[in-house]
């Protein structure tokens, strides 16, 4: 069975500084898929990124940095100097590829990130 | 530039008064996904549409139905809606159901639904 764990169920930071959103996950197959979305108070999903597990290079885009290590199975989302407007639900998501998988993400708990001015 | 679009984003029903909640595309994908998300719960899915194959999950009551009619449309009805079934309703699209660069679930703005 699948599984993804965000032990931080709120974070709260002052703008500028940098925060760091974990994310665990389990799974039994070999070939699989990450995902994090950020949910702000409007509600929509907002995709962040995507990252396959035969692909561990880190990512940057912007303020946002991505550290996939399989040897800990942990997906860490990182934002640096945050902004107010980071302030939302983010989830980290797992799915499997291949055989019966038919797209099903399984989502983390999700973690509060709010950013003061 | 919306690509996936909930209509309404509110609504408010009566305890046992059907509901018919409304997802279109226009990114001309080939499945479509409902999903069920409650107070600070992450997501559930409920069901999807490959085309036009209807896929539910396990423990999706048989309250809840869905209607593909075109590759664009996407609804979600409640037959008899009770107070727990107050949530935000989410619909996805993706471009294929397994694919390496065509799986990314993209997402509309979710319709609140409220059961008095």
């Known amino acids: 069975a699948q599984k993804v764990t965000q032990a931080q169920t709120e974070i709260s930071v002052v703008e500028k500084e940098d925060v760091t959103l974990d994310c665990v996950y389990e799974?039994?197959?070999?070939?699989?898929?990450l995902f994090w979305y950020k949910q702000p108070p409007s509600g929509e999903l907002v995709f962040l990124i995507r990252r396959n597990s035969f692909d561990e290079q880190n990512e940057i885009s912007g303020r946002y940095s991505w550290n996939f290590q399989k040897s800990t199975s942990s997906f860490n989302f990182t934002i640096t100097a945050s902004q107010v407007v980071d302030s939302a639900v983010y989830f980290c998501?797992?799915?499997?590829?291949?055989?019966?998988?038919?797209?099903?993400?399984?989502f983390g708990q999700g973690t509060i990130l709010t950013v003061h001015p | 530039d919306a690509m996936v679009i909930q209509n309404p984003r509110y609504q408010v029903t009566q305890f046992g008064k059907p509901v018919t909640l409304s997802c279109s595309q226009t990114?001309?994908?080939?499945?479509m996904y409902w999903y069920q998300q409650k107070s600070s719960q992450a997501p559930k899915l409920l069901f999807h549409?490959?085309?036009?194959?209807?896929?539910n999950e396990a423990d999706t009551p048989d309250n809840f139905q869905s209607r593909r009619p075109n590759t664009s449309f996407c609804f979600l009805d409640i037959r008899s809606p009770g107070l727990g079934d107050a949530a935000m309703y989410l619909c996805?699209?993706?471009?294929?159901?397994?694919?390496?660069?065509?799986?990314?679930?993209?997402f509309g703005p979710g319709t609140r639904l409220t059961v008095l």
């Open positions: 549409y490959y085309d036009k194959d209807f896929n």
């Open positions: 990114l001309n994908h080939n499945v």
């Open positions: 998501a797992l799915r499997n590829a291949g055989g019966t998988s038919y797209g099903k993400l399984t």
């Open positions: 996805a699209t993706s471009r294929t159901l397994d694919g390496p660069s065509t799986d990314t679930q993209y």
């Open positions: 799974t039994r197959d070999t070939t699989y898929y």
